[in-house]
């Protein structure tokens, strides 16, 4: 690994922006982390209480790798933290024979997944909690579980202030100008000169950079929590976190207080937020009606009327995948952003590549699948003298 002093600036403390901070103080950058809000607030793709961690994927089996190295690298956060971050409870994974549930079986094969297809008779008698339907198929992911992403926000950019980064919160970033001695930042009316800007604005990726507005969208998502009837029925000691991809995609995991469930429906039927700095956080009741008739129709253990909603915001790109890499062909400024719902589970991972990408210039740890290129065919940051 290099540790050539470079000065870095990451331009976001969220998601991905804690952990690269994080990453790029362990591997001896000098690193400056611009935050408009405080350290892990709760407007953005981070909020909600917990996140699910799989490691058998319905979006595409080769992210099975990067998960593993993901793993590792939370493991490494709650040692440096003395945290519990990650907790493993296994992962169903429900639904119809379909493309997403090949992808699961793929992984599995592909990569030696620890998971393994449940007997629908099975599942009934383990899990009856769920609504299982003829031709469902279920794959328990013995290495999922949850994650606790405030908490890891938090203490991932706390190592990076230990580590020697500098975080300044409740700074604005006003505009970034790639010129020939750097990558200028400017923020509260001063500007700075670094080597390398890492960039990870979340829902505010369009504003940030005008190019990105047509290839990412910013999203409102509700999550709804329930409370079980029975004593212990949803405990997350006999009661996987889970996501259904047919006949409808929802997700569950077990609420982290009390007994009940934290159930988030498809980010297919989030509604888009036209603009970040005016996120509507209040939840209309049909969209409340709207978990009402799935809890009814999925959970009859659960109370049907929810005890507690939130909205928060995540950035969507076209494909459901993020951009990660070089933004624009400009070797100075690396993005992550519009992470589409399923990158938290990554983001010990994604900030790795963010520091190859401004320490080395290149990351053999990346994906194809996430590199920018593919929607940015040209160049679109423009050098200045």
């Known amino acids: 690994m290099s540790t050539t002093r470079k000065r870095i600036a990451v331009i976001g403390l969220g998601t991905a922006g804690s952990m690269a901070a994080w990453r790029l103080a362990s591997r001896g950058a000098d690193v400056v982390g611009y935050e408009q809000f405080g350290t892990s607030h709760d407007r953005s793709a981070h909020a909600g209480e917990s996140r699910i961690f799989r490691t058998a994927y319905f979006e595409d089996q080769d992210y099975a790798p990067l998960i593993r190295s993901a793993k590792a690298l939370w493991r490494q956060l709650e040692a440096e933290t003395g945290t519990e971050l990650l907790t493993l409870t296994g992962n169903l994974m429900l639904g119809e024979a379909s ?3 090949a992808n699961v079986s793929e992984s599995i094969d592909k990569f030696g997944v620890d998971a393994v297809a449940i007997p629908l008779e099975e599942a009934r008698k383990r899990w009856p909690q769920h609504p299982y339907r003829e031709g469902d198929v279920v794959v328990l992911d013995r290495e999922g579980g949850y ?4 908490l890891a926000v938090l203490k991932a950019a706390r190592r990076a202030e230990a580590l020697g980064a500098e975080l300044r919160t409740y700074t604005p970033v006003e505009g970034i100008e790639v010129k020939a001695d750097g990558v200028w930042v400017t923020a509260g009316g001063h500007s700075e000169r670094y080597d390398h800007a890492v960039v990870t604005p979340g829902p505010w990726a369009g504003k940030l950079f005008p190019e990105l507005a047509m290839l990412i969208e910013a999203r409102k998502v509700v999550s709804a929590w329930f409370a079980g009837r029975e004593p212990g029925a949803f405990d997350p000691a006999h009661f996987p976190c889970f996501v259904r991809a ?3 995609e929802f997700y569950g995991l077990p609420a982290m207080a009390g007994n009940g469930l934290k159930l988030g429906l498809s980010g297919a039927v989030n509604r888009p937020v036209p603009d970040p700095d005016a996120l509507d956080r209040t ?3 049909d969209e409340v009606k709207a978990f009402r008739a799935l809890v009814a129709e999925s959970f009859p253990g659960l109370y049907p009327d929810p005890i507690r909603v939130s909205a928060y915001m995540e950035g969507y790109t076209r494909d459901g995948h ?3 890499g070089r933004l624009g062909g400009e070797e100075r400024i690396t993005a992550v952003t519009g992470l589409s719902g399923h990158g938290f589970k990554l983001s010990p991972a994604l900030g790795e590549i963010a520091a190859d990408y401004a320490l080395t210039g290149s990351s053999e740890n990346t994906l194809a699948l ?3 290129d593919r929607f940015l065919a040209t ?5 200045n003298p």
């Open 283 to 285: 939840v209309p009741l």
């Open 246 to 248: 047919t006949p409808r």
């Open 147 to 150: 994650l606790r992403p405030e």
């Open 370 to 372: 996430l590199n920018p």
């Open 322 to 324: 993020g951009i990660v």
């Open 379 to 383: 160049p679109t940051i423009t050098e």
């Open 99 to 101: 493309a997403e549930m």
